[in-house]
């Protein structure tokens, strides 16, 4: 099956900026969305198709693709930034898959 | 738009339960359709999409003991689970798709809250 392999914990400090892979087999293929989830709530669509952000996302969320790796870049890290993020792909070819989760940590 | 889930609780390993999902803002019908689910201290984990045509898949982990419909007439999204195991615990989502405009691709716009599934004797 496939597999979305993400780091299991990123850590930075405010006002810097984090970044969360996502590696996959013949990524460049494929479009990469992303999902924060911040403890006991539902995930929430922070950027979708690569790099588009969903209306209400701020522009310190960005998203990038390319080889083997998807990245979500968070600028300008802010404490309301710390939750779990997760990847995943979905396309006609198979059932979708998510990321294994990054746990992001505003020190 | 908004999404609802109900119908969560315990129940025992062997037992059925039916969960809902009330779609506000939008037509499930005309949409695809998903349920999601996160097992406790556990990464996200697709069940069962149902497409705006009728068509329906699943995962390998509950193939042929979960089934996903629509109630049209109450604009709902529901999911039969059947023979349930103590790994069906789990918050269960229900979310929106969205397919890519002239690109294959589908992604989860909007998530309900989730209703609580606890399977334990």
């Known amino acids: 099956s496939y597999v979305l392999t993400q780091p299991p914990s990123v850590s930075v400090a405010p006002g810097q900026t984090a970044r969360v892979a996502c590696g996959g087999n013949?990524?460049?293929?494929?479009?990469v969305h992303w999902y924060q989830q911040k403890p006991g709530q539902a995930p929430v669509l922070v950027v979708y198709a690569d790099t588009d952000r969903p209306s209400g996302i701020p522009e310190r969320f960005s998203g990038s693709n390319s080889g083997n790796t998807a990245t979500l870049t968070i600028s300008r890290v802010e404490a309301g930034d710390e939750a779990d993020y997760y990847c995943?792909?979905?396309?006609?070819?198979?059932?979708?898959?998510f990321g294994t989760g990054t746990k992001v940590t505003v020190l | 738009v908004q999404l609802v889930e109900s119908g969560g609780g315990l129940i025992q390993p062997g037992g059925s339960l039916r969960l809902s999902c009330a779609a506000s803002?939008?037509?499930?019908?005309?949409?695809?359709m998903n349920w999601v689910r996160q097992a406790p201290g556990k990464g996200l984990e697709w069940v069962s999409v149902i497409y705006s045509g009728g068509s329906t898949y699943y995962a390998d982990s509950v193939k042929g003991r979960f089934t996903i419909s629509r109630d049209n007439s109450k604009n709902t999204l529901n999911l039969q689970m059947n023979s349930l195991r103590d790994e069906d615990t789990a918050v269960y989502y229900c979310?929106?798709?969205?397919?890519?405009?002239?690109?294959?691709?589908?992604?989860?716009?909007?998530w309900g809250k989730g209703t609580t599934v606890t399977v334990s004797s």
């Open positions: 995943q792909v979905w396309d006609s070819s198979r059932d979708p898959v």
């Open positions: 803002g939008f037509t499930v019908s005309d949409n695809y």
């Open positions: 013949n990524f460049g293929s494929k479009s």
């Open positions: 979310a929106r798709v969205i397919r890519g405009v002239q690109v294959d691709y589908f992604y989860m716009s909007v």
